[in-house]
C-alpha cells in the first residue's frame, strides 16, 4: 500500500476515534399529541389561512422515512403523569395528579404541580425544567414550543454521554392545546426543525438518525366546555366535599387544572349508591366504580341509566363484561365476535389481547382493562369513583376561581373516550402497531439508558416493600434488591452522588420539624406561609444491607423510639457526615398516619 495512502487512512481513523459518538437513536415525548391530528398531518389536510386562502399541510410522511403512525392507549384516566408513568414503567405516583388523596393519612395530600417533578421528568436527558418556562406554558404555548425545541436540537449535539438513546421530553405541546393553539402548525415546525437537525446529523454520521416520537393521551378540541357542577350536586345529594374520609357522606375530590374527567375518594361502603346517584350529574358521560363487597369486580354506569359490571380474573388477566341494563360502553358487539371467534370462556371471560384486539377502534378503546387498572393500579391510591366527562363539559379545580381560564380553555383530555386517549407512535426506524400504554416499553427494549438521576441528584423519600413491589420496569438496584426487606415497616431511602464517597459516616443525621396551619392552598394566601414548629434531631443508624451494593444509595430502617403527632405535617432535612462536611443533604414534606407514623404515599 501506497505509504500516503496509509497515512491519510491513520488520520482518518484517528479522526473517527477521538471524534465524540452522537446517539443513534432520539426519542422524544411529546405531551398530549393526538392519534387523529398526527393521522391527519401524515394523510395531508387543507387548512385555510388568516386571508381565507386554502392551503396544504403535509408532515412526518414515508417520504421523509416515517412510517405509518400508530395508536398509544392511554390510560384510564388519559392524564399525562398516569401514563407517562405507565409508558415507562415506572413506579405508579401516589394520585392519578398531584394533588392527591392517601389512604394511609386519610388526607388529601396537596403539592404543587408547577414546581414538582415525577420520575419520567428526571429520567429525560433533557427536558424544560426551569419555573419559569413552565408557568409561561400556559401563556405563551407556540413560543415556549420554538424554544423547546431549539434547546433540544442544542442539547442533542451537546450531549457528552456515550449513551446511544436521547431522551426528550416536550409539554408545551400540551400546554398549547390547552390554550387552543395551532397544534397542526406547531407540529409542522417540529418536522422541519427535525428534518434540519437529521441533514446535519446524516453529514457528520454518515447514516440516518432514529426517531421516534410518543404522546401519551390525545386532547379533544372540543372548545371551551361547560363547567359540570359536581360539588353542588353533591352537597344537594347530601354529601359532605371533605379532605379526609370520616364517615358514609364525606367525599374528597382532589382537582388541578381543566379535565374532562372527575376521582371521586368514599367510604367503599357507599360507592354503588354513589355511584347510582352520579348517572343524573349533568355533563357525566361514563361512571366506573369499585364494587366493596366483591374482589375485583367493578360496576360501569353512563348517563343513559345503563348497567354492566366487569369481572377481572387477576391470576389469568382475562375480563368478562356482563350488561345488566342496555348497555354502557357498546360492547355487546365485541362479545358477539369474541364468542364467533371462538375466544370466549364458558363463563364470559376473554384474554386481555382478545379483548385488546376486538376493541382497538372502538368507542372506548380497551375500556376493560383501562377501567380495572385505573380503579386499581395505575396510582398508588386509586379513587373509589372515576366519572369520564361528556366533552361539552370539564372539572377545574379551585385554582379556576375565576371564568378568564375557562375562557380561554381550547381543549383538554382525561376521558375514557377514543379522543381523549388515543395518543401516538411514531417511528422513522422501525414499523409500530397500535399499543396500550403497558406495553410501549416493550416495543423498545424497555427503553435502555433512560438518565439514572438518583445518582446525579441528592433526594429521600419513605418507602415500603410493598410500595416499591409496584415498579413495573426495574432499573435502580433497589428495585430488585427492595424483595429482601421485612413485608411490613418503613424505611428511608437516601441517594446522592456525594454518598460514594469514602471517608463517609455510615449514619445519617436529620431534624423533623411540624408544619402547622392548614395545608390546603385553596384555604387563601395566608396557609401558604407554614409555620414550623420545635425541631426534633434524629440519628438514623440502622442501615439495610442489600445483595448490590449501590454506591449513590442508601436505605434506613425507622427509628423505634421515634414517636409523632398522628394526622399531621411534617418536614424532614437530612444530611450525611463526610470529611469535616456535610453530604448529601436533602429535604422533604410527609404526613403522619393516625398512629403518627409517616406515610410513604
Ligand atoms: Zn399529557
Same mark, same amino acid.
Given at each position: 500500500?501506497?505509504?500516503?495512502?496509509?497515512?491519510?487512512?491513520?488520520?482518518?481513523?484517528? =479522526?473517527?476515534?477521538?471524534?465524540?459518538?452522537?446517539?443513534?437513536?432520539?426519542?422524544?415525548?411529546?405531551?398530549?399529541?393526538?392519534?387523529?391530528?398526527?393521522?391527519?398531518?401524515?394523510?395531508?389536510?387543507?387548512?385555510?389561512?388568516?386571508?381565507?386562502?386554502?392551503?396544504?399541510?403535509?408532515?412526518?410522511?414515508? !417520504?421523509?422515512?416515517?412510517?405509518?403512525?400508530?395508536?398509544?392507549?392511554?390510560?384510564?384516566?388519559?392524564?399525562?403523569?398516569?401514563?407517562?408513568?405507565?409508558?415507562?414503567? !415506572?413506579?405508579?405516583?401516589?394520585?392519578?395528579?398531584?394533588?392527591?388523596?392517601?389512604?394511609?393519612?386519610?388526607?388529601?395530600?396537596?403539592?404543587?404541580?408547577?414546581?414538582?417533578?415525577?420520575?419520567?421528568?428526571?429520567?429525560?436527558?433533557?427536558?424544560?425544567?426551569?419555573?419559569?418556562?413552565?408557568?409561561?406554558?400556559?401563556?405563551?404555548?407556540?413560543?415556549?414550543?420554538?424554544?423547546?425545541?431549539?434547546?433540544?436540537?442544542?442539547?442533542?449535539?451537546?450531549?457528552?454521554?456515550?449513551?446511544?438513546?436521547?431522551?426528550?421530553?416536550?409539554?408545551?405541546?400540551?400546554?398549547? /392545546?390547552?390554550?387552543?393553539?395551532?397544534?397542526?402548525?406547531?407540529?409542522?415546525?417540529?418536522? $422541519?426543525?427535525?428534518? !434540519?437537525?437529521?441533514?446535519?446529523?446524516?453529514?457528520?454520521?454518515?447514516?440516518?438518525?432514529?426517531?421516534?416520537?410518543?404522546?401519551?393521551?390525545?386532547?379533544?378540541?372540543?372548545?371551551?366546555?361547560?363547567?359540570?357542577?359536581?360539588?353542588?350536586?353533591?352537597?344537594?345529594?347530601?354529601?359532605?366535599?371533605?379532605?379526609?374520609?370520616?364517615?358514609?357522606?364525606?367525599?374528597?375530590?382532589?382537582?388541578?387544572?381543566?379535565?374532562?374527567?372527575?376521582?371521586?375518594?368514599?367510604?367503599?361502603?357507599?360507592?354503588?349508591?354513589?355511584?347510582?346517584?352520579?348517572?343524573?350529574?349533568?355533563?357525566?358521560?361514563?361512571?366506573?366504580?369499585?364494587?366493596?363487597? /366483591? %374482589?375485583?369486580?367493578?360496576?360501569?354506569?353512563?348517563?343513559?341509566?345503563?348497567?354492566?359490571?366487569?369481572?377481572?380474573?387477576?391470576?389469568?388477566?382475562?375480563? /368478562?363484561?356482563?350488561?345488566?341494563? =342496555?348497555?354502557?360502553?357498546?360492547?355487546?358487539?365485541?362479545?358477539?365476535?369474541?364468542?364467533?371467534?371462538?375466544?370466549?370462556?364458558?363463563?364470559?371471560?376473554?384474554?386481555?389481547?382478545?379483548?385488546?384486539?376486538? %376493541?382497538?377502534?372502538?368507542?372506548?378503546?380497551?375500556?376493560?382493562?383501562?377501567?380495572?387498572?385505573?380503579?386499581?393500579?395505575?396510582?398508588?391510591? #386509586?379513587?373509589?369513583?372515576?366519572?369520564?366527562?361528556?366533552?361539552?363539559?370539564?372539572?377545574?379545580?379551585?385554582?379556576?376561581?375565576?371564568?378568564?381560564?375557562? &375562557?380561554?380553555?381550547?381543549?383538554?383530555?382525561?376521558?375514557?373516550?377514543?379522543?381523549?386517549?388515543?395518543?401516538?407512535?411514531?417511528?422513522?426506524?422501525?414499523?409500530?402497531?397500535?399499543?396500550?400504554?403497558?406495553?410501549?416499553?416493550?416495543?423498545?427494549?424497555?427503553?435502555?439508558?433512560?438518565?439514572?438521576?438518583?445518582?446525579?441528584?441528592? =433526594?429521600?423519600?419513605?418507602?415500603?416493600? &410493598?410500595?416499591?413491589?409496584?415498579?413495573?420496569?426495574?432499573?435502580?438496584?433497589?428495585?430488585?434488591?427492595?424483595?429482601?426487606?421485612?413485608?411490613?415497616?418503613?424505611?428511608?431511602?437516601?441517594? $446522592? #452522588?456525594?454518598?460514594?464517597?469514602?471517608?463517609?459516616?455510615?449514619?445519617?443525621?436529620?431534624?423533623?420539624?411540624?408544619?402547622?396551619?392548614? $395545608?390546603?392552598?385553596?384555604?387563601?394566601?395566608?396557609?401558604?406561609?407554614?409555620?414550623?414548629?420545635?425541631?426534633?434531631?434524629?440519628?438514623?443508624?440502622? /442501615?439495610?444491607?442489600?445483595?448490590?451494593?449501590?454506591?449513590?444509595?442508601?436505605?434506613?430502617?425507622?427509628?423505634?423510639?421515634?414517636?409523632?403527632?398522628?394526622?399531621?405535617?411534617?418536614?424532614?432535612?437530612?444530611?450525611?457526615?463526610?470529611?469535616?462536611?456535610?453530604?448529601?443533604?436533602?429535604?422533604?414534606?410527609?404526613?403522619?398516619?393516625?398512629?403518627?407514623?409517616?406515610?410513604?404515599?
Amino acid at each position: 500500500m501506497n505509504r500516503s495512502i496509509i497515512f491519510l487512512l491513520l488520520i482518518f481513523l484517528g =479522526g473517527v476515534t477521538t471524534s465524540r459518538a452522537l446517539p443513534q437513536r432520539l426519542v422524544i415525548t411529546l405531551d398530549g399529541i393526538s392519534y387523529r391530528d398526527m393521522k391527519a398531518l401524515q394523510d395531508g389536510v387543507n387548512d385555510t389561512n388568516g386571508w381565507g386562502v386554502v392551503f396544504h399541510r403535509r408532515a412526518f410522511t414515508a !417520504d421523509e422515512g416515517y412510517f405509518p403512525v400508530s395508536r398509544m392507549i392511554s390510560t384510564f384516566p388519559s392524564t399525562s403523569d398516569v401514563a407517562w408513568t405507565d409508558i415507562f414503567g !415506572d413506579r405508579p405516583q401516589p394520585g392519578y395528579q398531584r394533588t392527591y388523596f392517601s389512604v394511609a393519612a386519610n388526607s388529601e395530600v396537596f403539592v404543587n404541580g408547577l414546581t414538582s417533578t415525577i420520575e419520567h421528568e428526571r429520567q429525560m436527558d433533557w427536558q424544560a425544567d426551569s419555573n419559569f418556562a413552565r408557568s409561561m406554558g400556559y401563556i405563551y404555548s407556540v413560543h415556549t414550543f420554538k424554544y423547546e425545541m431549539h434547546k433540544l436540537v442544542q442539547e442533542f449535539w451537546k450531549v457528552g454521554s456515550t449513551n446511544p438513546v436521547f431522551y426528550v421530553y416536550i409539554r408545551s405541546s400540551d400546554d398549547a /392545546q390547552h390554550m387552543d393553539r395551532d397544534i397542526l402548525s406547531m407540529l409542522t415546525i417540529l418536522d $422541519s426543525d427535525l428534518q !434540519d437537525l437529521r441533514a446535519r446529523y446524516k453529514a457528520q454520521e454518515g447514516h440516518d438518525l432514529q426517531i421516534l416520537l410518543i404522546s401519551d393521551h390525545g386532547h379533544n378540541h372540543a372548545g371551551r366546555g361547560e363547567r359540570v357542577q359536581i360539588r353542588s350536586f353533591l352537597e344537594k345529594a347530601g354529601y359532605h366535599m371533605a379532605q379526609s374520609i370520616n364517615g358514609p357522606k364525606d367525599v374528597v375530590l382532589p382537582t388541578s387544572g381543566i379535565e374532562d374527567w372527575i376521582e371521586i375518594h368514599n367510604a367503599p361502603s357507599e360507592t354503588e349508591i354513589l355511584a347510582e346517584q352520579l348517572v343524573r350529574l349533568e355533563g357525566a358521560d361514563v361512571i366506573a366504580a369499585r364494587l366493596s363487597d /366483591q %374482589t375485583n369486580a367493578f360496576l360501569v354506569l353512563n348517563s343513559k341509566g345503563e348497567k354492566a359490571i366487569i369481572r377481572w380474573n387477576a391470576a389469568q388477566n382475562t375480563f /368478562q363484561y356482563s350488561a345488566k341494563k =342496555g348497555d354502557p360502553l357498546g360492547y355487546l358487539p365485541v362479545i358477539e365476535t369474541l364468542s364467533r371467534k371462538g375466544q370466549l370462556e364458558v363463563n364470559g371471560f376473554a384474554t386481555a389481547d382478545d379483548w385488546m384486539n376486538e %376493541t382497538m377502534t372502538n368507542h372506548y378503546p380497551l375500556a376493560l382493562q383501562r377501567i380495572v387498572r385505573g380503579l386499581t393500579s395505575v396510582t398508588l391510591n #386509586p379513587a373509589t369513583i372515576l366519572v369520564s366527562l361528556d366533552n361539552r363539559y370539564v372539572n377545574a379545580g379551585w385554582l379556576v376561581n375565576d371564568a378568564s381560564l375557562l &375562557e380561554s380553555c381550547g381543549s383538554t383530555h382525561g376521558a375514557l373516550d377514543d379522543i381523549n386517549s388515543l395518543g401516538i407512535i411514531l417511528s422513522n426506524f422501525v414499523p409500530t402497531h397500535d399499543t396500550p400504554s403497558d406495553r410501549v416499553a416493550g416495543l423498545f427494549d424497555n427503553f435502555p439508558g433512560l438518565r439514572a438521576y438518583r445518582s446525579e441528584e441528592n =433526594g429521600a423519600e419513605w418507602v415500603s416493600k &410493598e410500595e416499591q413491589a409496584t415498579v413495573r420496569i426495574p432499573r435502580d438496584p433497589f428495585d430488585w434488591d427492595y424483595t429482601s426487606l421485612p413485608d411490613d415497616g418503613l424505611f428511608l431511602r437516601v441517594w $446522592s #452522588p456525594d454518598l460514594a464517597w469514602s471517608g463517609n459516616s455510615p449514619s445519617l443525621e436529620a431534624t423533623i420539624e411540624k408544619i402547622s396551619g392548614p $395545608s390546603d392552598p385553596s384555604a387563601g394566601a395566608q396557609s401558604l406561609k407554614p409555620t414550623m414548629g420545635h425541631e426534633i434531631r434524629v440519628t438514623f443508624k440502622e /442501615q439495610v444491607s442489600f445483595p448490590t451494593n449501590c454506591p449513590y444509595e442508601r436505605v434506613y430502617a425507622y427509628p423505634r423510639n421515634l414517636r409523632l403527632e398522628p394526622q399531621a405535617n411534617y418536614e424532614i432535612s437530612g444530611w450525611g457526615e463526610g470529611e469535616g462536611r456535610n453530604v448529601g443533604r436533602f429535604e422533604f414534606d410527609f404526613r403522619t398516619d393516625s398512629h403518627g407514623r409517616p406515610v410513604a404515599y
